[in-house]
C-alpha cells in the first residue's frame, strides 16, 4: 500500500506564539518549530498499516525551508521517503489554497491511503482533510480513534463528543486521526542517523502546475486584518461571603453569561 502522511511544521505549543508585524502572519522565523503534534500519530499510524501489509511510507511537506527539520525528524520515525512543497510564492497562503497545492502534490504521488492529523495547533481549522479528499475526489474518512484495513477497504471508528461512529470507505481515501489512535515511537539512533540519507523530492509550484497567483496573499481567501497580544490575567473578582454569596455568585456568572 502507498501510503502518504501530511506533516506541518508548526511553532511550539508549549512557547510562546506571535505573528509578523508586517504581514499578520505566523512568525515561524523566530518560534521554537516542530512537527504538529496530531501529525506524529499520523505517522505511527501509517507505519504501523506499513508493517502489518507492506507498503511504502511518504512524508508530504509544504513549508520554507526549515521545514526539513521536521521532514528528517518525522523520517527518523521509520518512513521511506518525503516530499517538500517548497516555493516562495506559497507564503501567505489560505488553507484553500494550501489544500490545492497539497491536492496537486498528491495527485502526483498515486496515494493509496492519505493520513494527517485532526488539527494543526497553529491553524486548528480541521479542514484541510475534507478539503483534500473533495479536490482528489476520494472519501474523507476524519476524526479516527481507531483505522483498520482488509485489502482496499477501510473502516474507522469516527471519535465523537457522544462516542463513536463506525464509518467504512474503499481506497484510495483520506483519513485523519486523534491523539487517542495510538502511541508514537520515539526515534533511534540507528533511525535518526538512517534519516539523513533517505531522499526527499523538492517540488515547486511549476511542479506542480499551479500559478503563483493561485496561492500567497493573492490567492488567499481570507486574510487576518490586525492582531493585538493577549492581555495580561487580571486578579479577578472576589466575594466575601455575608450571607449572600450564592447570589453574589450568580449574578456574577449571568453577567459574563455563564448562566
Known amino acids: 500500500m502507498n501510503i502518504v502522511v501530511l506533516v506541518k511544521q508548526v511553532p511550539d505549543s508549549g512557547a510562546d506564539r506571535n505573528l509578523r508585524n508586517d504581514d499578520n502572519t505566523v512568525d515561524r522565523g523566530s518560534a521554537n518549530n516542530v512537527i504538529n503534534e496530531m501529525d506524529e500519530y499520523a505517522i505511527e499510524e501509517a507505519l504501523k498499516i506499513k508493517e502489518a501489509h507492506g507498503g511504502e511510507v511518504t512524508i508530504l511537506t509544504m513549508g520554507p525551508d526549515r521545514a526539513t527539520e521536521s521532514i528528517r525528524k518525522a523520517l527518523s520515525m521509520g518512513p521511506d521517503k518525503a516530499v517538500h512543497v517548497l516555493d ?52 474523507a474518512l476524519t476524526g479516527a480513534r481507531k483505522l483498520t484495513v482488509d485489502g482496499a477497504t477501510l473502516t474507522v471508528e469516527r471519535q465523537t463528543e457522544e462516542g463513536y461512529e463506525v464509518v467504512t470507505a474503499a481506497t484510495p481515501a483520506v483519513v485523519s486521526v486523534w491523539d487517542t489512535i495510538n502511541e508514537p515511537r520515539y526515534p533511534s539512533f540507528k533511525g535518526i542517523m538512517a534519516a539523513k540519507k533517505k531522499p526527499v523530492q523538492t517540488l515547486s509550484l511549476a511542479d506542480l502546475g499551479v500559478a503563483a497567483g493561485e496561492v500567497g496573499f493573492d490567492g488567499a481567501t481570507s486574510a487576518v486584518v490586525e492582531h493585538t497580544k493577549r492581555p495580561p490575567r487580571s486578579g479577578g473578582a472576589k466575594i466575601t461571603d455575608e450571607g449572600e454569596g450564592g447570589v453574589k455568585l450568580v449574578e456574577f456568572l449571568a453577567t459574563e453569561k455563564f448562566v
Open 88 to 139: 516562495d510564492a506559497l507564503h501567505g497562503s489560505c488553507a484553500v489554497a494550501t489544500s490545492k497545492v497539497l491536492a496537486a502534490a498528491l495527485g502526483q504521488l498515486g496515494a493509496d491511503l492519505i493520513i494527517c492529523g485532526a488539527e494543526s495547533t497553529d491553524g486548528r481549522v480541521q479542514v484541510m482533510p475534507h478539503m483534500i479528499a473533495e479536490r482528489l475526489g476520494v472519501a
